[in-house]
């Protein structure tokens, strides 16, 4: 047992007669490795990306709260009256009146 430990920390298995194995098993473990470091950080950068975007989420919506609350108060009357009054247009004082039509079409 304190042999093969020893042996180990030496690196005798590497250069040892099936060291191509050895090797062949170390590059593969190698290769996983990197493909789990990888897709760690494509995890990573895709949190980030959706922390982002929520963020300007949050802006836009409040924005669009705001410009809606703005378009809200010109759609008052008064509202239009004012801008209409400032260009020199006023309300009628006189009320229309309907205009009824005969016709004396027969049937």
Known sequence: MKSGLLNI???????????PKNWLF????????????????????KVHQIA??????????????DVRSDVQQLKLESTVMKIVAEKGLYPSEVPPHQIKVKS????
């Open 52 to 65: 982002a975007l929520n963020e300007e989420v949050k802006e836009l919506r409040s924005e669009f709260v």
């Open 26 to 45: 170390i590059i593969f473990i190698s290769f996983l490795a990197t493909v789990m470091i990888a897709s760690s950080h494509s995890a990573d950068k």
């Open 104 to 107: 004396n079409q027969i049937e």
């Open 9 to 19: 920390l030496k690196g005798k298995f590497l250069v040892s007669g099936d060291a």
